[in-house]
């Protein structure tokens, strides 16, 4: 499986960006997908994540919906009212097992390349 993240960009606060990833290769539209992002100096840390349900972290709910075409094999972020703290590297991933809500980077299987979303205050 392989995974193409894009949509990063500058914007400012309050703006909005979507990311996209598509995902090629042994792709199952059972898989769970995610997005998880990185700053500088932090860890790698949840974002969202699709299978049946969707699952978010506490400090994007509101803002940001993960959601899936499965015909096209991507998923996509939409990052409304973006802040500052949102700045970072967004990654997206993908289960390719059973899928409970994880929000743990090792209980995802593929990774994409990550694209940067820098929000200017």
């Known amino acids: 499986v392989q995974l193409q993240a894009s949509g990063g960009g500058l914007v400012q606060a309050g703006d909005s960006l979507r990311l996209s990833c598509a995902a090629s290769g042994r792709m199952s539209s059972t898989y769970a997908m995610g997005w998880f992002r990185q700053a500088p100096g932090k860890e790698r840390e949840f974002v969202a994540s699709?299978?049946?349900?969707?699952y978010y972290r506490d400090s994007v709910k509101g803002r940001f919906t993960i959601s899936r075409d499965n015909a096209k094999n991507t998923v996509y972020l939409q990052m409304n009212n973006l802040k500052p703290e949102d700045t970072a590297v967004y990654y997206c991933?993908?289960?390719?097992?059973?899928?409970?809500?994880?929000?743990?980077?090792?209980?995802?299987?593929?990774w994409g390349q990550g694209t940067l979303v820098t929000v200017s205050s």
């Open positions: 699709i299978r049946r349900n969707t």
């Open positions: 991933a993908a289960v390719g097992r059973y899928y409970t809500g994880s929000t743990s980077a090792s209980d995802f299987d593929y």
